[in-house]
């Protein structure tokens, strides 16, 4: 009796692990199917060099191989060497041709380099020893009226030394935020320097009424401040000064000598 149950129980392991196996079978010729029996019975015969195969990623003379690597030649235009591929035509037919036919290699002219404004200030020469201050302003206020000032300069340079203080722009913001159970209301009150305000200094050739040069603070100007002008030739100049929303505090500088005849 004993022996027949485990008979039993062996012929019910090996119908379950046929099952299993015709199953598995199944699944596998569904995804990827069966090579057509021609196909593995007579291999085709390519004209194109054999390509890498799973067993053999990389053989040797691939077309991988046929490529090489081509390093930076710089500005100088150098021809590539000509390396062959192969391409393909319209009748689908292999053809070889270089590298060389497809690529164009040309030389370029460098671009011009602009000149660029550095944005650290720059350090102001002290003009002390030998100079006479003509005309001076000391907390003016910035008007669009200030007076001109014309100076027949006949020994360089004339220093223009000036300072430009923003007036202060005061804005008030309401705020409320709570504190455990207590509510706090209140403005806060933030005093920062008015963003409109500007000063321009003009120089002009006195007799032709030709702008020489012209300097300021705001607008199309940084707001780098203290500042300094230097006229460094000779001529007859007429200095206008304008500007809104500020305080100006302002020299002028000739050299004693050569200028008071």
Known sequence: MDEEIVKLIFGVIFLILLINTTILVSIG??????????????????????????????????????????????????????????????????????????????????????????????????????????????????SQVLPLVSFSLLNPPLVIDYNVTPSRAVDIKYREYKEMTTTHKENLVINRPYEDTWFTVIVRNKDTGETVTEDGFGRTYSFQSPRQLVLRECGNYSLEFTGDYGNLDLTMKVKQEGNFP
């Not at 550095?118 to 003016?140: D, F």
Request: aromatic share 6%; charged share 15%; no cysteine.
């Open 29 to 142: 010729s569904t995804l990827y199917g069966t090579a057509p029996a021609e196909v593995i019975a007579t291999p085709q015969i390519s004209p194109l060099p054999a390509l890498a195969s799973p067993a053999d990623p990389d053989p040797p003379g691939s077309l991988i191989s046929l490529i090489p690597t081509i390093m930076p030649l710089g500005n100088e235009g150098a021809a590539l060497p000509d390396t062959n591929v192969i391409v393909t035509n319209s009748d689908t037919r292999p053809v070889i041709q270089s590298i060389s036919a497809f690529v164009t290699i040309e030389p370029r002219e460098p671009p011009e380099i602009a000149s660029h404004t550095y944005i650290q200030p720059t350090t102001h020469q002290r003009y002390e020893e030998g100079y006479v201050t003509i005309y001076s302003l000391t907390g003016q206020k910035l």
